[in-house]
């Protein structure tokens, strides 16, 4: 039996926006009636008097349909906000990074979260983190299932830019990764995270400071948290990563190389 929910739950309605049609036909959605499913919630929550606040996902990226100003970025009309109902915006992954969501759950003493959504999984990373350190239950409810198959060639053919990884997967606390490198990257460790690096194609020069270690298609190497480590492609190459979701591309050097918000493919 689901214990009784305290009358100040939190009913938390993540990115249900028009734009997420599109990545539904491309993930192979399978639950039709989440919106549907999602408007009942939301009239009994409302019933009940307890809270709802909504989460609106504003893309940085220029093709995208949640972008600012495309039809897609609103909030679809089955599970629109009703007047005073607080809808809170975000331009990366999780809302409670850059946004006042945390801040406003302490101060009103709100610590139960029912979250619903199009793609919601299980919090993990620092969202994880800091519904553990502000000692929220977390109570996931309807998502979209994104379970695909995924082709490697395909997916390396939708990018061009270098050194910047791309996002095709998750696998409970890691990430799969897929970027495309050319040239010398930096001299750098992670303090706690391993990271494997798969080659696709090409061929990658993995410099230690005691040795070289070439890595061919096919083959893939593990740098254990710690290790400095140098990677270099004297062609381009075409790297798959499998690493937690807390790893910095540059780990404990920020440079130019650095980036903190990766895309998802």
């Known amino acids: 039996m689901s214990?009784?929910?305290?009358q100040d739950a939190v009913l938390l309605?993540?990115?249900?926006?028009?734009?997420?049609?599109?990545?539904?036909?491309?993930?192979?959605?399978?639950?039709?009636?989440?919106?549907?499913?999602?408007?009942?919630l939301q009239a009994a929550w409302r019933k009940s008097g307890r809270p709802i606040i909504h989460v609106q996902h504003l893309s940085t990226e220029s093709q995208s349909p949640l972008r600012p100003g495309q039809p897609g970025v609103e909030i679809k009309d089955e599970v629109?906000?009703?007047?005073?109902?607080?809808?809170v915006q975000k331009s990366v992954s999780s809302a409670f990074i850059g946004t006042a969501l945390e801040a406003d759950l302490r101060r009103r003493g709100w610590t139960t979260l029912v979250v619903v959504g199009m793609q919601r999984?299980?919090?993990r990373g620092p969202e994880r983190r800091i519904l553990d350190r502000?000692?929220?239950?977390?109570?996931?409810?309807?998502?979209?299932?994104?379970?695909?198959?995924?082709?490697?060639?395909?997916?390396?053919g939708r990018f061009q830019d270098q050194w910047s990884p791309k996002i095709?997967?998750?696998?409970?606390?890691s990430l799969v990764k897929l970027t495309k490198l050319t040239g010398e990257f930096v001299w750098h460790h992670h303090e706690r995270e391993d990271e494997l690096f798969l080659v696709v194609k090409g061929r990658l020069r993995m410099k230690l400071r005691d040795r070289d270690l070439v890595i061919e298609p096919g083959?893939?190497?593990?740098v254990p948290h710690g290790v400095e480590h140098l990677p270099v492609a004297e062609e381009e190459t075409h790297v798959l990563l499998?690493?937690?979701?807390?790893?910095?591309?540059?780990?404990?050097?920020?440079?130019e190389r650095t980036v903190a918000n990766l895309d998802r493919l």
């Open 242 to 255: 499998f690493e937690p979701n807390s790893t910095l591309n540059t780990g404990n050097i920020r440079n």
């Open 13 to 40: 309605v993540v990115d249900v926006q028009k734009g997420m049609d599109v990545y539904a036909k491309q993930y192979n959605r399978n639950n039709p009636e989440l919106e549907r499913n999602i408007a009942r």
């Open 3 to 6: 214990p009784k929910l305290p």
């Open 219 to 222: 083959e893939f190497v593990i």
């Open 121 to 123: 999984r299980r919090p």
């Open 80 to 87: 629109r906000p009703l007047p005073g109902e607080p809808v």
């Open 134 to 156: 502000a000692g929220y239950q977390d109570r996931t409810g309807a998502r979209l299932m994104n379970v695909r198959k995924v082709n490697l060639t395909e997916m390396f």
């Open 168 to 173: 095709v997967g998750e696998v409970n606390d």
